[in-house]
C-alpha cells in the first residue's frame, strides 16, 4: 500500500490543529473519515504515528520525522503546480521569497509594487528572518528565493548567490548614550551587548559583536540579550544602555536618528555580502526568476541613489 498526497494532507491538518476533531471540524470533514485517512497513513508506514491523550494528539518519533517529508512533499507539489501554470503562460502562480530585516526595508517596498504591477495575479509570500534561519529554508525548498547576508565560511554547495551590495556593521547606542563618542571599541568592554541574528547557528564562526571583539584583541564580550528581531534589538537598545552591532544601512530610514546613535569607532569592523540566494537544481519557476531579476536591479538603483552617482 502506498501513501497518498491526501493522506499526507489529512495528517498534516490533525498535526496543525492539534487533534482529529479540531482539524475535521476545519476541512469541514467527518471525524470518522478523517480517522480513517490517518489509521491507513499508519498502516502504510508500519508505525504509531500520534501519540494520543484526552487532551489531543502529540507526535511519536517516527510521526515528527513524517511531518517534516511531508511538509516538504507537499510544498514541491504545490510549486511544481505553480511551475507548470507559469510555463503554459499563465500569470498565476506563487513565489515565496526569504528576507532579512535590511533587505526589507531597502528594496521589499519597491520590488513587491513592481512585481504586484507586472504579475497582477500572482501571491508573493515573504518569510522574514536571518541567514541562519533562511539559509537552510532555501537548502530545503521551503523558500525558492532568499536575500539575507553571507558569512565568509558559510558552505554554499549546492546554492547559487547572487550579491546585491555590501553591508556594513556599525556599534550602535540609544541616543544620548553616555558612551555615544567613543572611537575604541576598547571604550566599549564592559558594555552589555545585544546579539542580533545569532549567523553562529549555521555554520559561520562567531556573532558580530564576537569578531568584533576579537578582531580587536579583547575577550569575550557580555552578551545579555540574544534577539532574533531587529525590530525588537532596536527597541532593546533604544530604550537601556546596551549596545548592538547592527548594519549602517538601517540608517537610511529616517526615524532611526530619533532612536540609535551611530558610535564613530574608528577601526571599520568588517562587511559582508548581501545577495539573493537559491538552490542550483531544480530550476527556479519563471515568475521566481523574474523575481530574482527585480531584485537584482532595484539594489543597483539603490546602490547608485547611496553613491549619488548616475552611471
Avoid at 504509531?48 to 515528527?64: A, D, I, N, P
Avoid at 555554520?203 to 564576537?210: D, E, L, N
Avoid at 532593546?236 to 546596551?242: N, P
Wanted: aromatic residues 6%; hydrophobic residues 40%; proline residues 6%.
Amino acid at each position: 500500500m502506498t501513501m497518498t498526497l491526501q493522506q499526507l494532507r489529512d495528517f498534516l491538518a490533525v498535526v496543525n490543529h492539534g487533534g482529529v476533531r479540531a482539524a475535521a471540524r476545519e476541512l469541514g470533514v467527518s471525524q470518522a473519515g478523517l480517522t480513517k485517512s490517518v489509521a491507513r497513513l499508519e498502516q502504510t508506514t508500519q508505525s504509531e504515528l500520534f501519540l494520543r491523550t484526552s487532551r489531543g494528539v502529540t507526535l511519536t518519533e517516527v510521526g515528527e520525522q513524517l511531518f517534516h517529508h511531508a511538509v516538504a512533499i507537499l510544498r514541491e507539489c504545490e510549486r511544481a503546480e505553480s511551475k507548470l501554470l507559469q510555463l503554459r503562460g499563465s500569470e498565476a502562480g506563487k513565489v515565496e521569497l526569504g528576507i532579512s530585516p535590511v533587505a526589507s526595508l531597502n528594496l521589499l517596498p519597491a520590488v513587491t509594487a513592481e512585481f504586484r504591477r507586472r504579475y497582477p495575479l500572482a501571491q508573493l509570500s515573504v518569510t522574514p528572518g536571518f541567514s541562519h534561519s533562511l539559509i537552510p529554508m532555501v537548502r530545503s525548498g521551503h523558500l525558492e528565493l532568499s536575500v539575507s547576508s553571507i558569512p565568509d565560511d558559510f558552505d554554499t554547495t549546492g546554492l547559487v548567490t547572487i550579491p546585491l551590495f555590501p553591508t556594513e556593521p556599525v556599534v550602535v547606542g540609544r541616543k544620548g548614550h553616555p558612551l555615544a563618542h567613543s572611537r575604541s571599541v576598547m571604550d566599549l568592554v564592559d558594555s552589555d551587548w545585544v546579539e542580533t541574528g545569532m549567523t553562529d547557528r549555521f555554520g559561520a564562526s562567531g556573532s558580530s559583536v564576537g569578531t568584533m571583539f576579537a578582531e580587536a584583541g579583547l575577550g569575550k564580550p557580555k552578551i545579555s540579550v540574544i534577539c532574533d528581531s531587529l525590530s525588537d534589538t532596536i527597541l532593546l537598545v533604544s530604550r537601556s544602555d546596551m549596545l548592538s552591532v547592527l548594519p549602517a544601512a538601517i540608517f537610511t530610514q529616517k526615524f532611526m536618528h530619533t532612536e540609535l546613535a551611530m558610535f564613530p569607532i574608528a577601526t571599520p569592523l568588517k562587511t559582508f555580502p548581501t545577495a539573493v540566494i537559491h538552490r542550483a537544481s531544480p530550476p527556479l519557476s519563471p515568475l521566481a526568476t523574474s523575481l530574482m531579476g527585480m531584485l537584482v536591479s532595484y539594489a543597483k538603483i539603490r546602490t547608485k541613489v547611496l553613491h549619488g552617482t548616475n552611471s
